[in-house]
């Protein structure tokens, strides 16, 4: 079982859709939970990080069910920019743990 | 005002070449890692320094290995390379403040194909 499994994708979105995206880790033990995304070709960037109480930043609501292992992004009203991969991350034993990512295409 | 860079951004060379990969950070953090994204788009974690002292080393073959000669850089060198090899390769930074702080800033990466 991989440490974070995250479905590939890709969703194909019209503009202005809502989208979520979900991912599960299998170390209970993890202590940090991110969202990164990635642009095709380019490095990843940290999208925001994701705490229990669940947290919001403009569009993109992230939420992290500790007892389920569980870790979904909300994103609201895609924009074309949005599309790109989304990649669920943990910390465990001071190492960043990355899911396979999430490809968005956001369409007109 | 580049954060992290990596040069050569593109490295095409032979099976059983060596060669070394460069990565430098302007930020003041204290640790650094290096990635390897493959062809199905999973990044592992290979290697992580912290003030130049190796604290990660995942199960890399020797035939890889890290170099820093200060806090600012972590460059890669690569023996005898494997047509396995080819992959994306990520430098990283971060300022770990506590056991709980783990935003990392990746450079641009370095597109490597073995032939």
């Known amino acids: 079982r991989k440490e974070v499994e995250q479905d590939p994708g890709p969703f194909n979105v019209p503009e202005g859709a809502t989208v979520a995206f979900n991912c599960t880790y299998s170390n209970s033990a993890s202590q940090s939970f991110f969202w990164y995304r990635q642009d095709c070709r380019k490095e990843p960037k940290l999208l925001m990080s994701?705490?229990?109480s669940g947290n919001e930043d403009g569009r993109f609501t992230a939420q992290l069910n500790r007892a389920s292992q569980y870790i979904s992004l909300l994103i609201r009203d895609s924009k074309l920019s949005d599309s790109a991969t989304y990649l669920c991350v943990v910390t465990q034993g001071g190492k960043l743990i990355f899911g396979q990512g999430t490809e968005l295409s956001v369409k007109p | 005002d580049t954060a992290v860079s990596q040069t050569p951004k593109y490295l095409v060379t032979q099976m059983g070449n060596d060669k070394s990969i460069k990565c430098e950070q302007n930020?003041?953090?204290?640790?650094m890692y290096w990635y390897k994204q493959d062809s199905k788009k999973f990044l592992k974690i290979m290697f992580s320094y912290n003030n130049k002292e190796l604290i990660i080393n995942e199960t890399v073959p020797n035939r890889f290995s890290p170099k820093s000669p200060d806090k600012a850089h972590l460059n890669l060198h690569i023996n005898s390379l494997e047509l396995g090899d080819s992959a994306v390769y990520f430098c990283?930074?971060?300022?770990?403040?506590?056991?709980?702080?783990?935003?990392?800033?990746f450079g641009p990466g370095t597109r490597l194909t073995v032939t």
């Open positions: 990283a930074s971060s300022r770990v403040d506590s056991p709980f702080s783990y935003e990392q800033y």
């Open positions: 994701v705490y229990s």
């Open positions: 930020l003041g953090h204290d640790t």
